[in-house]
């Protein structure tokens, strides 16, 4: 068949990397329960397919090809490893195994793997890791990197993980009907978690939120019947399609000041589709509500024709569907631009009695800005100073910075 060109070779190995990973893992661990050799025997077939797809020529179904690799090299690692009874098992249930799951099987596979992953008995910090492992391939170094934390450290959280899944007996298989409202949040707050690492995050940590989309543009299809995973989609949608204007060598651009027409207006239109679609179930959820807040923010002209009192209607439902001193501090926010500043600071005011915001910096930046609108310039600077000492990243303080310097 002649020698195919590597870059087109190379191509080929990464898209089928980015569509195939998680079902070959997920199939394979469905089949031996071993989650370290389902990675390996993964990562061995893309492997192969670089040296003979140059060779052969890209075959017309890679995924099947990669499935077919995976799963022999699988039965070969059996067989040399151990003539146990339980390996020899596997060996057959593998050998059982069919070359390329139904269409029907593919959403079982990944959404076994899915709420494995996400399992409340793991701690958050593990179904994150574990999650990206094994549902999109990233590598145990790339993770560490984007969580700031040392590669052995985040080796041995994986090693654990897998560990306590085994030895925890934890169910590898989708939650029946009527427990998916319960084991949903699980997952949802995983991926919403990666996506927020990404988006507010430094540039090599970027990436982080187009695995989110990724692993949630796969739950919402594969759970068409349930309205919050598309909610999810549809938010991480929207907020994404404003990333191009939210920083601005390294200050943070408030919303107000972002230049709306370098936002991604296809990436807005496919949210807002999204989010109609999940809204007409008459279900509504708490990411359902912050996408309609943020499709509020996305779809204004400018930041004159925000609709602030539909903004903090939603707001007044989101904190119904989970309390939150920070929902109520966004509330406070548009009750402010829409009934007027004074009603804002009341509601501020009440929060910062309260003490639930102690340390929290958006709570004199907001305090700050709404000061800063009702010409109070002299009681915003000490809010804004007080922020700048607690705010996290370099870009909120240089925004803080540049704030206090107008004044």
């Avoid at 590669?151 to 993980?161: D, F, G, I, K, P």
């Avoid at 007409?280 to 602030?308: E, F, K, M, N």
Wanted: charge should be negative.
């Amino acid at each position: 068949m002649g020698v195919t060109a590597p870059q087109l070779v190379r191509d080929a190995v990464d898209a089928a990397y980015r569509t195939e990973w998680g079902q070959i893992v997920a199939t394979l661990i469905g089949a031996t329960g071993d989650w370290d050799l389902a990675e390996d025997c993964a990562q061995d077939a893309f492997a192969t397919a670089l040296t003979t797809w140059s060779r052969d020529g890209i075959p017309d179904r890679p995924g099947a090809w990669l499935t077919t690799t995976a799963r022999n090299r699988a039965i070969d690692r059996l067989r040399r490893d151990s003539v146990a009874g339980a390996k020899l098992r596997q060996v057959a249930v593998l050998e059982r195994t069919q070359v390329e799951p139904s269409v029907e099987a593919i959403p079982d596979d990944r959404l076994r793997l899915i709420f494995t992953c996400c399992h409340p008995a793991l701690p958050l910090p593990t179904r994150v890791a574990l999650t990206l492992r094994t549902l999109t391939g990233l590598s145990t170094a790339e993770i560490a990197a984007a969580f700031l934390t040392a590669e052995s450290t985040m080796a041995q959280r994986l090693v654990r993980a897998k560990r306590k899944i085994v030895d925890a007996g934890i169910p590898y298989r989708v939650p029946a009907p009527e427990q998916l409202p319960q084991r949903l949040p699980a997952v949802s707050a995983v991926l919403y978690l990666i996506f927020n690492q990404g988006y507010s995050a430094t540039d090599d940590q970027r990436g982080l939120a187009s695995e989110a989309i990724f692993l949630a543009r796969l739950v919402a299809r594969l759970l068409p019947a349930e309205p919050e995973p598309a909610g999810l989609l549809a938010l991480m949608l929207l907020l994404e399609a404003r990333r191009p204007q939210r920083i601005d060598d390294g200050v943070l651009i408030p919303l107000e000041e972002q230049d709306r027409s370098r936002w991604d207006h296809a990436m807005i239109a496919e949210g807002v589709q999204i989010l109609d679609r999940a809204l007409a179930s008459q279900r509504p959820g708490p990411y359902q509500v912050q996408a309609a807040i943020a499709a509020c923010h996305a779809t204004a002209l400018d930041a004159a024709d925000t609709d602030w009192p539909q903004i903090a209607a939603l707001y007044r439902e989101l904190s119904r569907l989970t309390p939150s001193p920070v929902v109520e501090l966004n509330r406070a926010v548009a009750v402010a631009m829409a009934e007027g500043i004074p009603a804002g600071l009341e509601l501020i005011d009440e929060l910062a009695d309260s003490g639930h915001l102690d340390g929290y910096h958006l709570l004199p930046a907001t305090r700050a800005d709404l000061l800063r609108r009702a010409g109070r310039s002299g009681e915003a600077a000490a809010e804004y100073a007080t922020a700048l000492e607690l705010a996290p990243t370099d870009a909120e303080r240089r925004y803080l910075e540049s704030r206090l310097r107008r004044l």
